[in-house]
C-alpha cells in the first residue's frame, strides 16, 4: 500500500491550506483514516481522524478550524486547515488503516508535508 500526501506549503498566519492524501495498492477496505503532526523537537500528534462511517475526531488545539473528510471511492483524505496559527507549523503525516484482501488490518504512513505558517 502507498500514501501520496500533497498540499503542504508555506503560509501566512490566518491563511488556509488543504491537504490530501492518496491510498492506493492492495486494498480491500479502509477503516481510520487520520492526520497525525509533528512540530520541531515535538513529539507526533493526532490532529484530526475519521472513521469509514465518516465520523470526525479532532485535537482540541485544531477543532473548529480544522475539517477532516473522506471520500471512500478514492481511497483519498483531505484536511481542510483554516485560520492557521504558527504553532500549527509541523510537518503532516497521512496514517491510513487498510483491511488487506489477507483481513488483516495494517497501518500505513504518508511521508509527510512540511506546513509552515509564518508572517
Known amino acids: 500500500v502507498r500514501l501520496v500526501e500533497s498540499g503542504g506549503g508555506l503560509v501566512q498566519p490566518g491563511g488556509s491550506l488543504i491537504l490530501s492524501c492518496a491510498a492506493s495498492?492492495?486494498?480491500?477496505?479502509?477503516?481510520?483514516m487520520a492526520w497525525y503532526r509533528q512540530a520541531p523537537g515535538k513529539q507526533r500528534e493526532l490532529a484530526a481522524s475519521?472513521?469509514?462511517?465518516?465520523?470526525?475526531t479532532y485535537a482540541v488545539s485544531v477543532k473548529d478550524r480544522f475539517t477532516i473528510s473522506r471520500d471512500n471511492a478514492k481511497n483519498t483524505v483531505a484536511l481542510q486547515m483554516n485560520s492557521l496559527k504558527p504553532e500549527d507549523t509541523a510537518v503532516y503525516y497521512c496514517?491510513?488503516?487498510?483491511?488487506?484482501?489477507?483481513?488483516?488490518?495494517?497501518?500505513?504512513w504518508g511521508q509527510g508535508t512540511q506546513v509552515t505558517v509564518s508572517s
Open positions: 496514517n491510513v488503516a487498510v483491511r488487506g484482501w489477507d483481513l488483516v488490518i495494517r497501518n500505513y
Open positions: 495498492g492492495s486494498i480491500r477496505s479502509i477503516n481510520t
Open positions: 475519521i472513521t469509514s462511517g465518516g465520523s470526525p
